[in-house]
């Protein structure tokens, strides 16, 4: 597979809120064992193909620009701006605080009065971070130190956006050959 093009992009929503997607445009991938659509906040576009036996009937829909002898296919993935929770991996070390909505690590929660505390769960061991999140499928989860979510167990999994735009070309690859798993044809 190589991406030829990753690109960032405002548009508007059906609901008429601004919305923004990174956009991946990609050729040489094994597009027979995927299947188009949406998952979640991905959405997976294939041309059509042209090969030299086709007759000048035969018209491909490309992606960008004139026809193509190679397959192209373009993922969205949809970013999210706004606040997800980073959920601490240990939250037996954690005081949760109700009235602020977060947790603090055990030797700065000494310090707060009991009756200001609760011992953090697995649910109320996070804390709340603000900025533009790219999704990450589940695959991806392992690879990032910092992965932010809705709640506990929701799909999906974001990181922040910065963190994707000062990566190497090598994550885009692995992030858009994580990605198209999901898209996979399984008869």
């Not at 690879?143 to 910065?162: C, D, G, T």
């Amino acid at each position: 597979m190589k991406i030829t093009e990753v690109r960032r992009q405002s548009f508007i929503d059906f609901e008429g809120m601004p919305q923004e997607e990174l956009l991946f445009f990609f050729e040489d991938a094994a597009f027979e064992t995927l299947m188009p659509g949406k998952r979640g906040p991905f959405f997976l576009c294939i041309s059509g193909t042209q090969s030299a036996e086709d007759t000048s009937e035969s018209r491909d829909i490309s992606l960008h620009g004139p026809a193509h002898k190679k397959r192209r296919a373009l993922l969205s993935a949809r970013l999210f701006q706004g606040t997800l929770k980073f959920f601490f991996p240990d939250p037996e070390n954690y005081y949760y605080l109700p009235a602020e909505d977060r947790a603090i690590h055990r030797s700065v929660a000494e310090f707060v009065a009991k009756a200001h505390r609760k011992k953090a769960t697995k649910q109320t061991a996070y804390e709340r971070c603000e900025g533009l999140f790219l999704p990450i499928p589940p695959e991806e989860n392992a690879f990032h130190k910092e992965v932010f979510r809705e709640s506990l167990r929701s799909f999906p999994a974001y990181i922040r956006y910065l963190d994707f735009e000062g990566a190497e070309a090598a994550f885009a690859e692995r992030y858009v050959r994580s990605v198209l798993k999901l898209f996979a044809f399984t008869p």
